[in-house]
């Protein structure tokens, strides 16, 4: 597979473009083209001691500037490296093609020079938004300010090809963004949207509001390009403001709950499968456990009964430690160690079994900033 890549497109190329080639030849095993001014690519690469290995580089001397009208990347700004790159992708050259650029001209493009799938009347915007669960597909988020239904019929048609076979998600749950779980809410457009998605060869399951989009409630979120765009740029604001407000976050609470994340486990609903016994019994083994000590955490019937049991034994300050610090490690993971967290583990009474060495400094810092 060979990806083409505009190497000039987006605020910190060509480097970091170039950083990302370099990766995904070597953590995908595709081949990928950098579209732009051969001269500075080699120039960038040489500089920052990056390899070129597995890129090939597609010669376009100009670069398509942010601020330009979309429409004149057709005629003014052929030469440009979004242009040649998208024209490469229709000539057979490549692919995909991947750029940071202009989003107005990257549709202007994808419709007049890479061209629409027969019967695809819209391109649409489509990012992949993060939940307290899975990711979902968002569609339309700005391509399209004005929609007509037969549009979002055909927009969750193609998300959920896309959920389904990028994303490996079984039958993705399409759902019609609105200002109303009933069907009898919202405009024309989603009242006549909602009969024919009803109708359509997709697992629709009616309408969300934007507060249920966090929870995951639904893998294609279809929407028009203006309702679309207000949805994503609050999504991405809120982010930003999380980011700025929390420099750390202090987790708390009953070992039962806080146990999970221990094995990666992150939806700590108690109707969800536990798996506490296993767990445990996994690190008290590492601390030293014998087999008929383990034998007997395992035959326990609650997480509150082990604890009792655990309590008697040697090192049980040991087996709370261990499971505090790789809860510690799995959520630091997660949030791709963007915070500082600290993480104590409590038992119902509120006496606390663990708690990880961030906690002091989680609250330092809460104190410098109060």
């Not at 990347?73 to 030469?79: E, N, S």
């Not at 076979?165 to 069907?183: F, I, S, T, Y």
């Not at 930003?240 to 146990?259: D, I, R, S």
């Amino acid at each position: 597979m060979n990806i083409l890549i505009d190497a000039f497109g987006g605020d910190n190329a060509p480097l970091e473009v170039i950083r990302g080639g370099a990766r995904a030849v070597q953590e995908l095993g595709v081949t990928v083209t950098l579209v732009g001014d051969e001269q500075k690519i080699r120039a960038c690469a040489e500089k920052n001691r990056l390899p070129l290995d597995g890129m090939e580089i597609l010669h376009a001397p100009a670069v398509f500037d942010i601020h330009e009208e979309p429409t004149s990347l057709l005629k003014q700004h052929a030469d440009t490296s979004m242009a040649v790159g998208m024209q490469a992708l229709h000539d057979g050259k490549g692919d995909a093609f991947v750029c940071a650029g202009s989003t107005g001209a990257l549709l202007v493009g994808a419709t007049f020079l890479v061209k629409r799938i027969a019967g695809i009347k819209r391109a649409a915007v489509a990012p992949v938004l993060p939940t307290e669960t899975t990711p979902f597909l968002l569609i339309d988020g700005g391509a399209n300010n004005d929609c007509r239904p037969e549009m979002l019929v055909q927009f969750a048609i193609m998300g959920s090809a896309y959920m389904q076979n990028v994303m490996h998600v079984d039958k993705p749950r399409v759902a019609l963004l609105n200002v109303g779980a009933e069907e009898t809410k919202g405009r024309e457009l989603e009242l006549e949207s909602y009969v024919q998605l009803a109708q359509a060869p997709v697992n629709f399951i009616g309408n969300i509001e934007a507060r249920e989009l966090p929870a995951g409630a639904a893998d294609v979120v279809v929407t028009d390009g203006f309702t679309g765009n207000v949805a994503l740029k609050l999504y991405e604001g809120m982010g930003k403001f999380m980011a700025h407000q929390m420099k750390g976050n202090l987790f708390a609470g009953v070992a039962g709950k806080l146990m999970k994340p221990a094995a990666n486990i992150f939806y700590l609903h108690s109707h969800t499968a536990g798996g506490q016994r296993e767990i445990l019994c996994t690190h008290a083994a590492l601390a030293g456990a014998t087999t008929a000590q383990i034998q007997q955490l395992y035959a326990c019937n609650t997480t509150t009964e082990m604890q009792e049991l655990l309590a008697k034994m040697p090192f049980s300050d040991a087996v709370w430690k261990s499971i505090a610090e790789a809860a510690l490690e799995n959520c630091q993971k997660r949030t791709h160690g963007t915070m500082q967290i600290g993480l104590i583990l409590l038992d119902r009474t509120g006496t606390v079994l663990a708690e990880t060495e961030q906690v002091s400094q989680v609250g330092k810092a809460w104190c410098q900033d109060a």
